[in-house]
């Protein structure tokens, strides 16, 4: 019900936009979490949006470069991110969790998507 787009292979210094779309439910009232797992590591947070928007959590590996954003009516959540580099390389999952709060636990989440793809090449 959750599926993300956008990965690809870029250099270091480039930029990606990955998107999220849910489909089968509405999910205005979730708040939506991108998650990355690196070959050989565990996955971890990266960022998240409140169920309304208005607020935001980011990974201190990422603040400043990635972008979390969401358009309801759309039924689609978005990461920005600019500035990559090859840290940043995994598969990258949105999640979906219906207590709405934008927390970095991957626990709380109830819905995953698939995952895509970044590799970022230095």
């Known amino acids: 019900q959750l599926q993300a787009s956008g990965g690809g292979l870029v250099q270091a210094g480039d930029s990606l936009r990955l998107t999220c779309a849910a489909s089968g439910r509405p999910f205005s009232n979730y708040a939506v979490g991108w998650f990355r797992q690196a070959p050989g590591k565990e996955r971890e947070f990266v960022a998240a949006?409140?169920?309304?928007?208005?607020?935001?959590n980011y990974a201190d590996s990422v603040k400043g470069r990635f972008t979390i954003s969401r358009d309801k009516a759309k039924n689609t959540a978005y990461l920005q991110m600019y500035s990559l580099e090859p840290e940043d390389t995994g598969v990258y999952y949105c999640?979906?969790?219906?207590?709405?709060?934008?927390?970095?636990?991957?626990?709380?989440?109830?819905?995953w998507g698939q995952g895509t793809q970044v590799t970022v090449s230095s």
């Open positions: 949006i409140t169920w309304s928007g208005s607020g935001t």
């Open positions: 999640a979906a969790d219906r207590y709405g709060l934008g927390s970095p636990v991957m626990s709380v989440y109830d819905f």
